[in-house]
């Protein structure tokens, strides 16, 4: 991956960069700052269509692909090596958050193991199948979107706050183990943004809140991915309330829970698409 020598910025010129669940929110507008930065983009999706109808504008490709199944994505791979030649970053974009009922460990095995599956395992699948020809050429990049909650946690969805954390765990893992094989490790964690995960239709945020879109977050997330920097909070808040948490790991549970509390009074639940309005 070719450097500006001066400012040890990464070019994006001609690179060839792979977004999973990328037909739309995060991973759409982080295609389309990569196209514009020069980058030919991969839109790698659950539907073919979509993905194939953000990837043409933007002189890309779509490809079908479920990102917990391990061979689809060895299948992508496969096929965009045939008509590009190589891979030289890999947006592990796709994410899920289902929600609890009752109680934390009121989800279902079924929601706990596709959370694991998506928030998690493809983030591996994903590695599994580039890190051998990454290691050989001395170059590479992995752009993880994970969350903030891998960093503090989410109210109301212990299998989300849980994976990632995980998916954190494993960024971490990657960047300490391959650092000296010229592989770079970014990971995007943001707070809330105005995506069809919050309820937002087509990306659109409220006029009524100050809820970050979705192209905000590219425009801010880009120019660090290209500094090859690991941690990436476009909420600065984020830092302030981590910083919180390791200076009082107690005080902190404490004021979680209160927060909950205020939260659950107010909406009446504590549904993703509801809770973010009040948080």
């Not at 001609?14 to 991973?27: C, P």
């Not at 943001?190 to 879109?213: F, H, K, W």
Request: with cysteine; proline share 3%; hydrophobic share 45%.
């Amino acid at each position: 991956m070719s450097l500006n020598s001066s400012s040890g910025i990464i070019s994006f010129k001609d690179k060839i960069i792979i977004i999973t669940g990328g037909a739309s929110g995060i991973g759409k507008h982080l295609a389309q700052k990569f196209a514009k930065c020069g980058a030919r983009v991969v839109i790698a999706d659950l539907s073919l269509e979509k993905a194939s109808s953000v990837a043409k504008p933007l002189n890309g490709v779509g490809f079908l692909c479920d990102v917990t199944k391990e061979e689809q994505i060895q299948n992508l791979i496969r096929n965009v090596k045939k008509i590009f030649g190589t891979v030289d970053i890999f947006v592990s974009n796709a994410g899920i958050c289902l929600g609890e009922g009752a109680h934390s460990a009121s989800a279902s095995n079924e929601i706990w193991n596709s959370s694991w599956e998506v928030n998690v395992m493809a983030h591996v699948y994903a590695a599994r199948a580039t890190l051998p020809e990454m290691i050989k050429n001395q170059r590479g990049q992995f752009v993880q979107i994970i969350s903030a909650a891998a960093l503090l946690s989410q109210i109301g969805d212990a299998a989300y706050s849980a994976t990632k954390h995980a998916a954190m765990g494993f960024a971490e893992s990657l960047a300490i183990t391959h650092k000296s094989d010229g592989i770079d490790v970014s990971v995007l964690c943001p707070q809330y943004v105005a995506t069809n995960m919050l309820g937002y239709e087509e990306d659109r945020g409220d006029p009524r809140t100050e809820i970050m879109s979705a192209a905000q977050l590219a425009e801010i997330a880009v120019p660090e991915i290209q500094k090859k920097k690991f941690l990436i909070l476009p909420h600065p808040e984020v830092r302030q309330f981590m910083n919180f948490k390791n200076k009082s790991y107690d005080k902190w549970i404490y004021e979680m829970h209160k927060l909950r509390a205020r939260v659950l009074k107010k909406s009446g639940t504590l549904d993703i698409k509801t809770l973010h309005k009040f948080v």
